[in-house]
Structure formats: structure tokens, C-alpha cells
């Protein structure tokens, strides 16, 4: 199943999958300021979703300011709020380095390949 839709704003198209229950968010671009509110949204659990399991696919994000950073602590504990998780996979070099040096990937699980993501 594939449900696409584009962000509100350019500069950020955000694409979903499900793969064996677990919602797949396809981020591609950058993320920033302007596009915050259409991550916050993509990212965060469905209304009344019993355990809400996401993966947020990164390969295509080339570039993450504090307002990405915002976005998935958010999203992070609006999961562990419903009993489910969030999880990274496919975090470019430079977005990692973003992650790792405000802590991101001790808070939420970031993985190399989306494929991992799904099964760990």
C-alpha cells in the first residue's frame, strides 16, 4: 500500500508505505523552518492508532536544521506515548552528524538501512 503526498511547502516531498504494519515515511530534501509543521504532521502517530509503529526514511534529506531536530523529539515521544516507537533509517552523513551531536541518535534508533529499521 502507498499513500503519496506532497508537503504543503516546497523544498521537502514526504511519501508513505506500509510495510508489514509498520508506517513507512519517505522524506526527500531538505528540512527547515518553512517545512516543520508538514514533518510534525507526517511524523506523528494517526489518531488513535494502537501502537504506532513508523520508520522515518531519510536517504533523500540532504539537509536538517533544529526545526527537524524539534520535529522528531516530538514525534519520538508522541509514539512512546501511544506505546509504539519511531525509528531513522537511511541518515545521509551530514544529517547523522547533526544527530549525533545533539543526541538525537541515543534518544531515537537510527539505522543505516531501511530494510534494518523495519526488522530490529
Not at 17 to 43: C, F, M, P, Q, Y
Not at 52 to 58: L, S
Request: net charge negative; hydrophobic share 45%.
Amino acid at each position: 500500500m502507498t499513500d503519496t503526498h506532497e508537503a504543503a511547502r516546497p523544498g521537502l516531498s514526504i511519501d508513505y508505505e506500509a510495510v508489514d504494519g509498520i508506517r513507512v515515511v519517505v522524506l526527500r530534501g531538505e528540512i527547515d523552518h518553512d517545512n516543520r509543521d508538514s514533518l510534525k504532521e507526517a511524523l506523528l502517530p494517526p489518531e488513535g492508532a494502537p501502537a504506532p509503529r513508523t520508520v522515518a526514511d531519510f536517504r533523500g534529506v540532504t539537509f536538517m536544521d533544529s526545526s527537524g531536530i524539534n520535529m522528531l523529539i516530538v514525534a519520538h515521544r508522541a509514539a512512546q506515548d501511544a506505546e509504539g516507537w519511531l525509528r531513522l533509517a537511511g541518515v545521509r552523513e551530514s544529517v547523522q552528524r547533526v544527530l549525533t551531536l545533539v543526541g538525537i541518535d541515543a534518544l531515537i534508533p537510527c539505522h543505516s538501512a531501511l530494510e534494518e529499521a523495519l526488522t530490529s
